[in-house]
């Protein structure tokens, strides 16, 4: 508990940098548009504020659609989403109808899990993502995915914990679907018309809104995946995010909520719930209600929450003490980080640094060395299928041992998904979703599997017409 007190009284007190050189924003212009050029990033929108000043709101690029981005052009904010969930249900507790230390059940009976330890997950360890729920014990993503809010919450009925509520941080997309759930039920509206009510219109955020599914984002919201160091335009894989990852924004809007958030949410919140918000649990040390606590390379203190879509990527960071706020939304996947990765660059700007541009395109070796493996196993069954006769001679008798060896890339593609949950430390991912991760893998992988597949048909065959 020092050690959290602490950190609140540095995002409170610490001393502001000088203030921000007036040409920042066409350092800003210069830096994104060397960035997009180094890493063929189609399309972002930036945000820059200090205390009660937007410094730059601008786009930058094009969207999957074709159409200029510009700093009204919605776009998806992924995880960023977390923050505004949190504020609603704050805004519950001040009016007494939540209380955030009392079980999610009291105020939302329909939330029920397998595990009987669920009865005693407070509201507040929803939002600090302490509630014992996790990839490892519920697959959220792999799963059918549900269409609402209600949908989310009646699918964790055969669900069960990873650990006791209260004793373990993991991050867990359902935390916040629960929590959004909870704000319908107690405040008798839907999640979204809440939102625009209580936190959007109040603020001025007129084109923003949050959505259910991949289905519901907006065209200019739809993103790109780099294949071969080109951008190309896909669709978003199924996937619920409401509550968790649904809003949609523009800069223009992003800085309004920068702006209202380093004034501490004056309209919307009180100081002491704006302290509670931004107070981190002891079982994460960094994590609060919605958002992170850290700090930039230089040692200042800052809060920030990111977000990862498959297809795009957000970012979203406040300086407290200084007033600073930066937003960043980047039409790219989760496997490239460009929102994050700018992030970092706008942040070396703003405290008077210079950016780090990347060397190359991202993972443009790593794609041609599996194009070069696809054309190569793509070669080897055109070679193994025209000589199966010839094998077949060489192999009179059903020594079906020595087609084991092209079983191996059949077992892998079947079983990657298991082996990425290991690998990714239990978080979860659908097989289709690797593809949006990895694609010129899983395009080998896939044909890999399929020339095996072909040669060992082939072999068997002559195989059977030699036995004749």
């Known amino acids: 508990m020092l050690r959290t007190a602490l950190v609140a009284i540095c995002l409170t007190f610490v001393p502001a940098p000088a203030s921000v050189p007036a040409s920042v924003p066409a350092s800003v212009d210069a830096y994104v548009e060397q960035y997009r050029a180094a ?118 009925r055969t669900a069960r914990l990873a650990a006791e509520p209260g004793t373990a941080f993991s991050y867990h997309n359902t935390n916040y679907q629960v929590a959004a759930r909870l704000i ?132 979203e960071l406040l300086m407290p003490g200084p007033g600073y706020g930066i937003a960043v939304m980047a039409n790219t996947g989760m496997a490239f980080s460009d929102a994050h990765t700018l992030m970092t660059g706008l942040l070396a700007i703003v405290e008077g640094g210079t950016p780090q541009l990347p060397s190359s395109r991202p993972l443009l070796l790593t794609d041609l060395l599996f194009a070069l493996l696809t054309l190569v196993s793509v070669g080897l069954a055109v070679r193994g299928t025209a000589r199966a006769r010839r094998w077949a001679a060489r192999h009179t008798g059903w020594q079906l041992w020595r087609l084991t060896p092209y079983l191996a890339p059949i077992a892998l593609c079947a079983t990657i998904a298991p082996i990425h949950r290991v690998l990714a430390r239990g978080r979860d991912a659908a097989w289709v979703q690797l593809v949006y991760l990895y694609p010129t893998f899983m395009v080998w992988l896939v044909t890999a599997s399929a020339a095996a597949l072909t040669v060992v048909a082939a072999r068997l065959w002559s195989l059977a017409r030699l036995r004749r």
Do not use: C
């Open 39 to 156: 890493t063929g990033l189609p399309g972002v929108a930036v945000a820059i504020t200090k205390k009660g000043e937007v410094i730059h709101a601008a786009g930058y690029g094009r969207t999957a659609t074709g159409e200029p981005v510009t700093a009204g052009t919605p776009m998806a904010m992924a995880s960023v989403s977390k923050s505004f969930t949190a504020l609603a249900v704050m805004q519950l507790a001040e009016q007494g109808k939540v209380a955030l230390d009392q079980p999610v059940r009291r105020y939302l009976p329909e939330f029920t899990m397998a595990d009987p330890r669920a009865a005693k997950i407070t509201v507040r360890q929803l939002l600090n993502q302490t509630s014992g729920m996790a990839d490892s014990a519920f697959r959220e993503k792999s799963l059918p995915q549900p269409d609402t809010l209600q949908g989310a919450v009646a699918r964790l």
């Open 184 to 315: 319908e039920v107690v405040s008798g509206r839907p999640f979204a018309a809440y939102l625009d009510a209580h936190v959007f219109e109040p603020l001025g955020m007129r084109h923003s809104t949050t959505i259910d599914t991949d289905r519901d984002l907006p065209a200019t919201a739809r993103g790109h995946l780099y294949v071969l160091g080109r951008a190309v335009a896909v669709p978003e894989p199924t996937g619920f995010g409401n509550g968790s990852g649904g809003v949609i924004s523009t800069a223009d809007d992003m800085a309004k909520w920068l702006i209202a958030q380093n004034a501490a949410l004056p309209t919307l919140l009180s100081p002491r719930s704006v302290e509670e918000m931004r107070t981190a649990s002891e079982q994460s040390r960094d994590y609060a209600l919605g958002w992170m606590i850290g700090t930039t390379g230089r040692g200042t203190p800052v809060l920030e929450h990111g977000g990862d879509l498959f297809t795009s990527t957000a970012h």
